[in-house]
């Protein structure tokens, strides 16, 4: 999952994502319930099939991250 994101946003953008998801651990610590933090509990989710020409999307989310990406495709490929 982690090559997508580098793939998805610039590099302080991908920083950004990784230090929040690393803060997983800092809370683990600290809360009462901190065994429900896990780096690890972050999510992919693909919406329609990933294509150049077509459009599809894709999800990477957890507790304190949500980025949705949507891909429109080269609808004017089709027309050619």
Not at 28 to 34: K, N, P, T, V
Not at 71 to 77: F, P, Q, S, V
Request: no cysteine.
């Amino acid at each position: 999952m982690h090559a997508l994101l580098k793939t998805a946003l610039s590099a302080p953008g991908y920083r950004k994502a990784t230090n929040i998801i690393e803060l997983e651990l800092a809370l683990r610590e600290i809360e009462i319930f901190g065994m429900m933090r896990d780096p690890e509990r972050y999510h992919l989710s693909l919406y329609g099939v990933p294509d150049a020409k077509t459009a599809w999307g894709w999800r990477f989310e957890g507790h304190h991250l949500s980025l949705n990406f949507t891909l429109a495709g080269d609808r004017l490929a089709e027309r050619r």
